[in-house]
């Protein structure tokens, strides 16, 4: 019966959005907290088995341990080699002093190394995921190495969208190889929630990022490789990376429409038409990507100072895709187009 009620207790708190409260309720829900089972099955339920080895240790020592870790990797978490990669780049601290004497010279301190994503990672925990890591990946680890900048330039990040098609062709294999074997997944993007305001002059996002989470670049790089070849979604799903819809959903989906309606046309240009637009987006939906309220306001400002223009098919698209659940905001701007296409034409007959 003691067995049963612990069991059942670590199935309620693994769908608790935050266990703090339930914590803090008694010392029987403290001591569940403390299960490396219920830590690992909350990770897993909460964040999915492609993040939770990022999450476990950005939750911070007093959550991430060696049986926590050893029951996530037996519950099918995914480590990579970019996890591994990006976890020797972040590991340990600075010598404070060292820092301080460098700031009093003036020797150009880059601080944005310090107090990183996995700088107080205890050891036993880092050598755990290396070793274990190792063992499972069964190749080169090539710790110094960059998987995420391999895949920049496997994918043509450094080339024009019209150049990058044709080299990420020829290096599909490669590809492949990254994501099966190597199970290259980038770091989740950085939650809204922690995004901050950008300065005037645009703030300056470091590489890796303290807080680990991938930055907006590191993102769209991504996104780009997905919209010049969707089968890569396919790819991470086949090794467990499942949110990668989610985490990619707002810059995929609204890339596609700016490929669909570029905002510098050729002359030869013609506007899609609905059906066209529907037909684009339609394909993204069956990888599991989805048209959100967001996405929709988001691209009614988008092409705003082109909404007479792209308007119609594209908003009529969307009421289309979303049926009764369109957001209002679509049908008072089509309102709007109409009316202002109305007036138009009725003063060209005045002429």
């Known amino acids: ?67 926590v870790v050893q029951v996530l990797l037996a519950k099918k978490a995914v480590i990579s080699r970019y996890f591994i990669q ?16 460098r700031i009093k010279y003036n020797m150009n301190v880059d601080t944005s190394k310090d107090e990183t994503w996995a700088s107080n990672l205890s050891l036993p925990v880092f050598t755990k995921l290396v ?6 990946l069964k190749c080169d680890m090539a710790i110094r190495g960059n998987d995420l900048e391999l895949f920049h330039y496997l994918t043509a990040g450094a080339l024009t969208i019209n150049q990058a098609p044709a080299v990420l062709s020829e290096n599909i ?41 991938e930055n907006n670049r590191q993102i769209n790089l991504i996104s780009r490789a997905v919209l010049i070849q969707p089968e890569l979604v396919n790819l991470w799903k086949n090794i467990g990376y ?17 490929v669909c309606l570029p905002p510098n046309p050729p002359d030869n240009w013609i506007c899609p038409s609905t059906d066209d637009i529907i037909e684009r987006l339609q394909k993204l ?12 306001e988001e691209s009614i400002n988008l092409f705003e100072s082109r909404i007479n223009i792209v308007g119609e098919p594209l908003l009529n698209a969307f009421s289309k895709i979303q049926g009764n659940s369109t957001p209002a905001i679509v049908k008072s701007t089509l309102t709007k187009i109409r009316k202002t296409g109305k007036k138009t034409r009725n003063s060209r007959k005045k002429r």
């Open 242 to 258: 499942n949110e990668v819809c989610s985490d990619l959903n707002e810059i995929v989906v609204e890339g596609t429409l700016l």
């Open 86 to 101: 990006r976890l020797v780049m972040q590991f340990g601290t600075s010598d404070p002093k060292l820092t301080e004497m």
């Open 1 to 67: 019966m003691e067995s049963l009620c612990s069991e059942l207790k670590v199935e309620i708190f693994r769908y608790v959005s935050t266990p703090i409260a339930l914590i803090l309720l008694n010392r029987n829900w403290y001591s569940t907290s403390q299960d490396p089972h219920a830590r690992a099955e909350w990770l897993i339920y909460k964040y999915g088995r492609a993040h939770s080895l990022f999450h476990a240790i950005r939750l911070g020592n007093n959550f991430v341990t060696v049986e």
């Open 285 to 296: 939906f069956k990888l599991g990507f989805r048209l959100t309220d967001r996405i929709i």
């Open 173 to 213: 294999q490669h590809i492949e190889d990254l994501i099966i074997n190597k199970k290259f997944i980038p770091f989740p993007p950085r939650p809204k929630t922690l995004v901050r305001k950008s300065s005037p002059g645009g703030e300056v996002e470091y590489y890796p990022s303290k807080d680990g989470y």
């Open 131 to 136: 070793t274990e890591a190792t063992n499972e």
